[in-house]
T-cell receptor, first 114, second 115 residues
């Protein structure tokens, strides 16, 4: 079975541009979460979606937005890119919510902002 | 405020030696604790977790962690490491409810296993 898949794997943007990152969860998983991992730090929570509804939002500016589609795939959008947005963006899916719901992570999309 | 603290940013160790990666958590947080491993250029993989019950939890590849409520710690140990254990290790706790939640990660510890 396929795991969590993310695209693109690498991308380079310039300041002020917009980026869209995509994620397909494991089949049967209805929840998708997004995390930002800046080099040398642990991942930080950005969003959680379940059944196409936002269930949680981290401490990120409004330039960050996301949505979940009927097939449970998800997009993360970042507008007006800043140099500090350079990071590995991780998507995770889980079958159950709550602490029992193990998160399965994709390999990430590495964004470089120049 | 950081609620998960990994006390060592890097831990160098020789192959077949024992290792301990330290993690402390804020006593006010829920006691759902996790260790994740990240190999180079890969995503995170769950290593082990503590939700309730026995305070000693084990992984399939020889790692173990002990939940210590009095010391607010969840240190990760392995009695004999291999070169293939070289990776970044993250301690995390779950914050949320049955309907939503997120993982709060520590800063990470780089385990460098030398031959």
């Amino acid at each position: 079975d396929a795991g969590v898949t993310q695209s693109p794997t690498h991308l380079i943007k310039t300041r002020g541009q917009h980026v869209t990152l995509r994620c397909s969860p494991i089949s049967g998983h209805k929840s998708v979460s997004w995390y930002q991992q800046v080099l040398g730090q642990g991942p930080q929570f950005i969003f959680q979606y379940y059944e196409k509804e936002e269930r949680g939002r981290g401490n990120f500016p409004d330039r960050f937005s996301a949505r979940q589609f009927p097939n449970y795939s998800s997009e993360l959008n970042v507008n007006a890119l800043l140099l500090g947005d350079s990071a590995l963006y991780l998507c995770a899916s889980n079958f159950e919510l709550g602490a029992d719901g193990e998160l399965f992570f994709g390999e990430g999309s590495r964004l470089t902002v120049l | 405020a950081q609620s998960v603290t990994q006390l060592d940013s890097q831990v160098p160790v020789f192959e077949e030696a024992p290792v301990e990666l330290r993690c402390n958590y804020s006593s006010s947080v829920s006691v759902y604790l996790f260790w994740y491993v990240q190999y180079p250029n890969q995503g995170l993989q769950l290593l082990l977790k503590y939700l309730s019950g026995s305070t000693l939890v084990e992984s399939i590849n020889g790692f173990e962690a002990e939940f210590n409520k009095s010391q607010t710690s969840f240190h990760l140990r392995k009695p004999s490491v291999h070169i293939s254990d070289t990776a970044e290790y993250f301690c995390a706790h779950f914050r949320g409810s049955s309907n939503t939640g997120k993982l709060i990660f520590g800063q990470g510890t780089t385990l460098q296993v030398k031959p």
